[in-house]
């Protein structure tokens, strides 16, 4: 492809592009592709010959589309949102404009720069304390997902742990002994991604008891850890969630604070899908427990108009990611690193590369301003009230189970004589909601009960689709009570 041709397929492109928000209204949301329906109809080997445009495109449309679930669709509810939105879009065009690999600052200095800047800003917009900006002894860092990031803060905080040992004379054989005695703790709500950095760190994980509400509470920490300690273990890390994966609870941050105060254990706040709030004034209350933690991480992909992947961590005490992660090879030295008067964000993350991610976040919050990204969050909680209202006007059939936090609504179809039979009735509904491509949501299950979970977030979703969400939730449910009762 030379560069007139790409100037006219990327025209082509952009056009296409329009034209799927423009209809992605139209789309069932959830793909009804059968497992294996796409090597059924594909070559099974690579074209040895160039191949026009036109047959890569008409496979878009033909063959890649009918596999897509449309996350960005107005009547997508599951999971958390993931929304995009068009300066994202752009921001990423430039970024593969440039296509830098930007592991240290040399590679190229914008790419560095830049994400300091960015994450400053989001820092100062979310009411992130001093100690997390990049001008005193920490900052903040693009991740590709909140999974890193835990991950990374893991290995930070053992580090940190290992270090105190060693300032007591701890040798490394010593050391090697007392890593497998380490104990990370999360609670039975924090998403998987902790376990799952604990089984690639080989480090001892617990998952503590929730109250009544599903939180962490700092009480639990304290008699936990105490236990552990007592057991020879050690504990380092321990992650609060603010919006949990199934229903959005709020951990007591305050409180963990407060239990693992005079300890040197690491406190990762993981607020993935409810950090964005925190950049409205009706949130701010939660940052006297996160300005106390040792880093945050929000997922600006999941509520903040950002396009996947773009996970900001910020961390108090940089040095500790660094010298958990930093490998130099001769290949990799340079003089303005060994200056110590820039970040080389390679040592701030697994990968050795890493892409332009800033200029989607500069994009974005230059395009929509504070303002637009403000006005953004609150329209989806307020659709998603909207939701609960309508729910709450049918308490003969539905019931709200969890604390409503954020724009997620939680609820389960009532039954009158047991769970087992209202586990039946919620999850037909589900069944129902889904098949029917024309909303689609996820379900999940607390303490034995069935629970569906619905969540706006794209920013073409209006009221109008709300609406049309609930009739048909409504019109599923009496004719699936009606027919099994
Ligand atoms: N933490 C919370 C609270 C989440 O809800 C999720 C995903 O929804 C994650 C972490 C994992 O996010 P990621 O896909 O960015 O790793």
Redesign the pocket.
């Given at each position: 492809m030379d560069i007139e041709e790409f100037r006219k397929r990327g025209y082509e492109t952009v056009d296409r592009i329009c034209k799927y928000y423009q209809e992605l209204e139209n789309y069932e949301v959830l793909s009804k592709v059968e497992p294996g329906y796409l090597k059924k109809v594909l070559p099974k080997e690579a074209p040895e010959e160039p191949e026009p445009w036109e047959n890569i495109q008409c496979d878009i449309e033909t063959k890649i589309i009918p596999g897509i679930t449309h996350w960005q669709s107005p009547n997508f509810f599951a999971?958390?949102p993931a929304n995009s939105s068009f300066p994202s879009i752009l921001g990423d065009m430039y970024s593969d404009m440039f296509n830098v690999i930007g592991f240290n600052w040399l590679s190229s200095p914008a790419c560095t720069e830049l994400e300091s800047v960015v994450l400053d800003w989001m820092g100062k917009l979310v009411g992130l304390d001093q100690k997390f900006h990049s001008d005193g002894r920490g900052g903040g860092v693009i991740?590709?997902?909140?999974?890193?990031?835990?991950l990374v803060t893991l290995l930070a905080a053992k580090y940190r742990m290992l270090e105190e040992y060693k300032a007591k004379g701890a040798d490394e054989e010593k050391l090697r002994t007392l890593s497998t005695r380490l104990i990370a703790y999360g609670s039975d709500q924090?998403?998987?991604?902790l376990k799952k950095a604990t089984m690639i760190a080989n480090i001892l994980f617990r998952a503590l008891p929730t109250d009544d509400n599903f939180s962490l509470c700092g009480e639990t920490v304290k008699q936990e850890m105490e236990k552990d300690i007592t057991n020879g273990l050690i504990p380092f890390f321990i992650v609060g969630?603010?919006?949990?994966?199934n229903s959005a609870a709020i951990d007591k941050i305050t409180d963990i604070v407060d239990a693992i105060k005079g300890t040197n254990v690491w406190l990762h706040i993981?607020?993935?899908?409810?950090g964005s709030a925190l950049i409205c004034p009706e949130y701010k209350y939660l940052l006297e427990g996160i300005n106390q933690a040792d880093s945050f991480?929000l997922?600006m992909?999941?509520g903040l108009l950002t396009n996947f992947?773009c996970?900001c961590l910020w961390i108090k005490e940089r040095k500790y990611l660094i010298n958990a992660l930093s490998i130099t090879p001769d290949i990799l030295k340079n003089s303005v690193s060994e200056s110590g008067m820039v970040l080389d964000f390679r040592d701030w993350q697994i990968s050795l590369g890493r892409r332009f991610r800033a200029l989607k976040i500069w994009f974005v919050i230059r395009t929509y301003g504070a303002k637009g990204l403000r006005e953004h969050v609150m329209k989806t909680h307020k659709l998603a009230n909207r939701f609960r209202s309508k729910i709450q006007q049918y308490p003969d059939l539905f019931i709200i189970p969890t604390t409503p936090n954020f724009g997620l609504v939680n609820f389960y179809v009532k039954s009158n004589d047991s769970l087992k039979n209202s586990n039946k009735l919620t999850e037909m509904v589900s069944n129902r909601l889904n098949e029917s491509g024309k909303i689609y949501l996820t379900q999940t299950k607390m303490r034995e009960q069935y629970i569906i979970r619905f969540a706006p977030g794209s920013p073409l979703t209006t009221e109008k689709h709300i609406d049309q969400a609930f009739e048909l939730l409504l019109k599923i449910t009496q004719e699936v009570t009606v027919n099994y009762n």
């Open positions: 999971f958390y991740q590709g997902t909140a999974s890193e990031a835990t924090t998403h998987i991604c969630t603010i919006g949990t994966t993981d607020a993935a899908y409810a991480d997922n992909h999941k992947d996970s």
